[in-house]
Structures are given as C-alpha cells and as structure tokens.
C-alpha cells in the first residue's frame, strides 16, 4: 500500500510559448484526501487534464497506482479506476438521470461495447445506478432529462457521474463552484460520503471546505507547487501567505 | 429508459408506448418519479402493451397484400418494406449516434451487388437458398462498414460527414470503372427463380417476394429495435450527445461510433441484397448519392429523434416520388421544397409532429388547437395552390412544351404575363393570409402548453 494513488513527476504543460504547467511534482498516497488551492488561473484545471489525459503532457510522468498512463488515453486511464468531474458541468444533457448514471456504470461492470444485453435485464447495472442517485439525492428526478435540471442538481449528478463507475481515484474539479452556503454544506457531506476509503483529489476556492476535507493540501501558484502539507502546516506557510492566502485566510480563519 | 418506462405503463404523458430511439426524451415530457421502476423483476422485452404493437405491425404487414394486391401497389408495398430497413438502418448513425453521413448507399448497394452475384453464381448450383440470399447482403455491407468505418468513425460531426460523402464519391466513381463486377450503364442482372422450390415457393410471383421482404423488414426492424435497448445503444446515445464525457466513464467513442456503423452497414445491406431480389436487377446508382440522398431525406422527414420516424419517412417519401413523379415533371422540384419545409418548420420530423399532438390527446387537450388549425386551413390551401402554379407554369414555360397546360381542365396561357400574375397573386395572398393568422396557432399552443404544465407541475 505505499505506491502513491496518483504521482506527478516534473509534469510540464505548455501552449503554444506559454508555460502552464512548470515542472510539477505531487504525490498522493493512497487513501488521501488532497486538495489543491492556487489563484485563478494558475492551472489547476490544467493539471486535472492532464492527470486524466484530456490533454497530453509537454514533459514529464505521470503514474497511476504505480504505473506509467502518461501516453494512455481518457478512457483508458479510466478504466484503470481514475475518475474525474469538470469545473464547467460536462454531462449527457439529453439523458435522464437514471440514464446519465448507468451509462457510468456500464464499463465498470465490464459490460463495454455489449448488444446482445438488454440494459433492462442488468440488475446490478441498474441496482448499482439507482444506488448512486439516491446517495447523490437526485432519486427524485430520475427520468428528468439531465439538462432541464437546476444547477445544484447538475452538480450533484456531475459528482454521481463521476463516482458510479466505482473508481478508488477520484479528481473532483470545483465541485461546489456556484453553490449557496447550505447547497456547499451538502456537497461536502456528498463528497466526504461517496469518497470514503478512496483517494480524492480536489481543486476547490472554499476554503472552509478545503481544511473541513482535506487531510494534505497542495498550493499552486503560477503552474508550480509552492507548498504541500496538512491543513496546519499550510495555515503557518509564510510562502502560502504572502503568495496566495493572504487576506482570504486571514478573514476567514483569523478572526 | 424505455426499458424503464415498460415497468410503468399507464401514465400519461411521460410514458410514451413508441420505441423511441434512446433518450431523447425532450424536456417537454418529464417522467414521473422513480417509484415504479423500483420494480425488481426483469422487465420482459416486450411488454404488454409494445408486444401489442409490434403482434399489430405484424398482422398489417401480412394482411397488406389482401387490399393492394395488384401489380402496381404491391410493388410498392415491396419498396416501402425495403425502404424502411434503409431508413432505419441510417437513423442507428444520424439519430442515435449523431453520424450525419452522405454515403450510406454505399452499403446498401454493396448488399445489392454481392447478393446479385451470389444469385448468379447459385444460379448453377443452387446451395443456398434464395430466401437466404439477404444475409449475403448484409455481410457484404457489415464488411464494408469494417472498411470505411475504420477510417470515418475517428471524429463525428463535419469530420464524418466529408469522409462519408468522399468515400460514397469514391466508390461510385469505382463502380463504373469495374464493369465486370458492377456492370457499368447496364447494371447487373438475374433471375431469382433458382434451385428446388420449397413448399411450392419460387420467390417467382411478387406475392411471395413481398412475403419474404415483410418477414426481413419485420426481423430487422425488431433486430434495431432490440439494438437500442443495449449498453451499446445507450452508449451511442451517450456519445451523440457528449462524447468527451464518454470517454471519462470508460468508453471510446470511436469504438461506440465504429460498431454502430458496421451493424448499420449489415441492415443497410440486408435491404439491398433485398432490393436486388425485389427487381432482380442492380445498377450503379444504386449505391451512388441520389441513393444516399433519398435515405437520409426519409430518415430526417420521418423524424430521427424516434425510432419510428424513420419509418414513416420511408413510407411517406416512397409514396411521395410515385404519386407526384405520376402527375408532374417537377417532382424533384417538389421534393426539394418538401424536404427544406419540413427542415425549416418541422425539423423534429413526422413522427416529433405526432409526439407534440399525442402530448395534448393525452392530455385531453387537442380540440383546444383545432380552432386554431381550422382557421390557417384556408390559408395553407391558397399557398399551397400558388406554389403548385407558380412551379408547373414555370415548367411548361422552361420546356416549351407544346401541348398546353391543363388545370381542371381549363387551358392555360404560360406564355402570357396575365398568367404569371396570376399565380403569384394567388400565392401572394396565400401567404399574407398564412402571416396573419399563424400566430393563432402558436398562440392556442402556448396556452394549451402552459395549462398542461401546470397541472403537471401541480
Ligand atoms: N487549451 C488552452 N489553450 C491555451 N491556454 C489555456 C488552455 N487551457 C487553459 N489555458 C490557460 O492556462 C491557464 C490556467 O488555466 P486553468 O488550468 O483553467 O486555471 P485554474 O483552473 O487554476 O483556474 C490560464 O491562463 C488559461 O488561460
Ligand atoms: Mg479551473
């Protein structure tokens, strides 16, 4: 059990002359909730996309569980049981729920390109679906077509979505962006619930969130890691502070 | 979700009894909650009331040839039957994966071709049965999706659709350039009358080919039907509608994209190994992009957001070229004015346009647009009758034809100025009438809608 879930070594990005990501290393052991914090802009997202092949690296490794998935596609990084949502909520908008979920599920339960299966005849794809939408409180909106729903709703199926495959690393991207204080309260209880006995890796800007949930936090500035350690050791970084926390945490966790 | 919805069959709206193609459910139906489908037993493939449906299109495909049993109606019959495996065939890439391709013919014609073939080749040793003969069609055409599909599937959108249009070009143009195995102008002929006749049937009358036709067409239409209901069906859905999210569960889509498109290639060849029987000749159009085309307008006008549509499409547009091709040279001018109506004003197609009016039936709700409809009847007619002037005195003009031109009988001037004045007065006041009196319609429908909503909501 000491491979590390997911370890980054000298990971670097660019576009075109510009850098994004500048030589990032992170190591996230197994079992870890881990958060990183960073301004806007700073290439948190970028790195989600990397770490799950949505765009391919500049330089640099990337291994899963101790294997290199470096060049390995989405969808085969996902079958190795690293799953991920997205800042800006990326779901089947023509789907209902219920269908949004199974379609989560299918691959896990080692259905893959099958069509000689009626779907209806899958007990445990369709048990499995069903279990995650009552988890993620969406029961009630099971044959709603996804893309009708409000948009604390899309968050929460962004999350089912996410984790239904039963993936044990999950990269969950902002995932209570935009939400009101006690929809925030909520999604935390989700998460902590649905990633338990799992690593999870977040990016989030709340951060009440953040040291409520996080066992280690890393701090990106400008496409490096300044900073990693558990919530205490970040709160006392001077780096931290002066390049990022100021005033958010002292308002938040000073007064 | 059909599957699901089979679990709780009487509700109202929300549980339309169509096969539809997936979920496409539209925001217009929400579904009730969750707490019939908590159901534990397996839902029967067919239940109750869809067994009923598909036992109905089984008794009508067989009882048919008892009404349009002369030579013309049942030919027609056969070309329908034909047609709606195509068009459904097309609609497993357009509707539910979200392929828009321009090359389907391709597969339907290599069908053709390879059945032809087999036939002549049978012709002197007759090891396979004739009834049979399709299958080699839809092998041919299953191979030709391996081939094509490999390289098309990559991308969807424009991607897709150049290639398709670029490899039907392709393999057009290769199919003149090989007389030997397409027969160049000529095309390729047989005769389906072959070997021993089992119980008396030769397949030589067209009552026993229209026979063998429905017993196809009603396998593979069940065959496609079954299709949507499988992880790869939902998953080409899925794909349809985000493929990037497809790809972070698990899936390719290219993978999702290719197999559909060989399985669609197999029914698109069973239909051709089929139409070849039907008039035991096979040219080079067959696979060409009038073919193509014609597939893709049934596909589209039918409705390719249910698995239905394309159905009514086939029928529709089968019966359209023969009735109008019968009365007027500008046929293909009609056609192309039918088909960019229905993309401008109805582009959900035929079977969307009864799924909105099933919504208020269901309802109770569908006399309160009927005044409303009464009212822009008149209008539709004078326009209707303007365009149908306009165009026929424009053909009889550009043609010179020499015999004149007759409506109801009277004869007509083409040449005069009166004429042309004429014509476009009439659809001038046509469509005048039409802009004032439409928004009635819209407005019986806002009303009807919101009322419905409502009560749904209450
Ligand atoms: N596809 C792209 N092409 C070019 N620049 C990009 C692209 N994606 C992101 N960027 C840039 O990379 C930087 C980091 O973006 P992002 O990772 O989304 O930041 P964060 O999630 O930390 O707010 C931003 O300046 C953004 O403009
Ligand atoms: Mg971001």
């Known amino acids: 059990m000491n491979v590390p879930a997911l370890q980054l070594t000298e990971v670097r990005k660019s576009f075109g002359q510009t850098v994004i990501i500048n030589g990032v290393n992170l190591s996230v052991p197994q079992g870890e909730r881990h958060a990183i914090i960073g301004p806007n802009g700073a290439g948190k997202s970028t790195l989600f996309h990397l770490a799950s092949a949505r765009f391919p690296v500049t330089s640099g490794g990337i291994f899963l569980k101790g294997e290199s998935v470096t060049s390995l596609k989405p969808h085969q990084i996902n079958r190795r049981g690293l799953s991920r949502s997205f800042q800006v909520t990326n779901i089947f908008t023509n789907l209902t729920v219920f269908e949004n979920v199974r379609c989560s599920v299918l691959w896990a339960l080692d259905y893959r390109y099958s069509f000689w299966q009626r779907l209806a005849a899958l007990r445990d794809a369709n048990q499995q679906a069903r279990r995650v939408i009552a988890e993620i409180g969406l029961a009630h909106r099971s044959d709603t077509v996804a893309g009708i729903l409000s948009y604390a709703e899309q968050r929460a199926l962004e999350i089912g979505i996410t984790i239904a495959g039963g993936a044990d690393v999950i990269l969950l991207d902002e995932p209570t962006a935009g939400m009101s204080k006690s929809e925030t309260g909520d999604a935390v209880a989700l998460i902590r619930r649905v990633t338990e006995g799992k690593t999870l890796i977040m990016v989030e800007h709340d951060m009440s969130v953040v040291f409520d949930l996080a066992d280690r936090i890393s701090v990106l500035v400008y496409g490096e890691i300044i900073a990693t350690g558990t919530p205490a050791e970040i709160r006392a970084n001077r780096t931290v502070q002066e390049a990022y926390l100021g005033t958010t945490f002292a308002e938040e966790h000073h007064d | ?458």
């Open chain 2, 1 to 458: 979700m059909n599957d699901v919805r089979r679990a709780a069959p009487k509700d109202g709206a929300a549980n339309s009894p169509e096969p539809r193609c997936g979920e496409q459910a539209s925001p217009l139906s929400p579904g009730k909650g969750m707490g019939d489908r908590q159901m534990h037993a397996v839902p029967p493939l067919l239940h109750r009331r869809r067994l009923f449906l598909w036992g109905a299109l089984a008794l009508l495909m067989i009882a048919l040839p008892l009404v349009f049993n002369k030579g013309f109606a049942l030919s027609l019959l056969c070309q329908i039957s034909i047609m709606v495996i195509f068009a459904l065939s097309y609609n497993m890439l357009l509707g539910q994966t979200g392929l828009l391709s321009f090359g389907h013919a391709v597969y339907f014609g290599t069908g053709a071709f390879a059945t032809m073939h087999t036939l002549n080749l049978l012709g002197k040793t007759a090891t396979l049965p004739v009834s049979m003969l399709p299958l080699v069609g839809g092998l041919a055409g299953l191979l030709g999706g391996v081939l094509f599909g490999y390289v098309s599937t990559k991308r969807a959108g424009t991607t897709f659709a150049m290639i398709s249009l670029g490899i039907g070009e392709l393999v057009a143009s290769a199919s003149l350039m090989f007389p030997a195995v397409f027969g160049g102008e000529g095309g390729v002929s047989g005769n389906r009358v072959i070997g021993k006749a089992a119980f008396g049937i030769t397949f030589g009358p067209q009552i026993e080919m229209y026979y063998l036709i429905a017993a196809w067409t009603f396998v593979c239409m069940l065959a496609m039907y079954a299709l949507t209901q499988t992880p790869l069906g939902r998953m080409a859905n899925a794909v349809r509608d985000n493929p990037e999210r497809a790809q972070f569960v698990g899936y390719d889509p290219r993978w999702v994209r290719y197999i559909m498109m060989i399985l669609a290639g197999f029914f698109a060849g069973i239909a051709g190994g089929l139409s070849a029987l039907n008039y035991e000749m096979v040219t080079a159009e067959t696979l060409g992009a009038w073919t193509s085309g014609v597939v893709l307008m049934m596909a589209f006008v039918g409705g390719i957001g249910f698995f239905y549509g394309p159905i009514i499409g086939a029928m529709l547009i089968s019966m359209l070229a023969i009735a109008v091709a019968g009365v007027t040279k500008a046929w293909l001018f009609y056609f192309g004015l039918f088909f960019l109506t229905m993309v401008l004003y109805a582009p959900g197609g035929i079977a969307s346009l009864l799924a909105m009016h099933k919504r208020l039936w269901n309802a109770g709700q569908l006399t309160k647009v009927m005044p409303a409809y009464a009212l822009v009847a008149l209008p539709l007619l004078i326009t209707f009758c303007g365009v149908i002037g306009l165009v026929e005195i424009a053909y009889h003009h550009a043609e010179g034809v020499d015999e004149p031109l007759q409506i109801f009988g009277a004869d007509i001037d083409v040449m005069s100025a009166a004429t042309w004045l004429m014509a476009l007065l009439v659809l001038a006041v046509g469509l005048i009438l039409l802009k004032l009196t439409w928004p009635r319609v819209s407005e019986a429908w806002r009303r009807v809608l919101a009322g419905i909503d409502g009560k749904e909501a209450a």
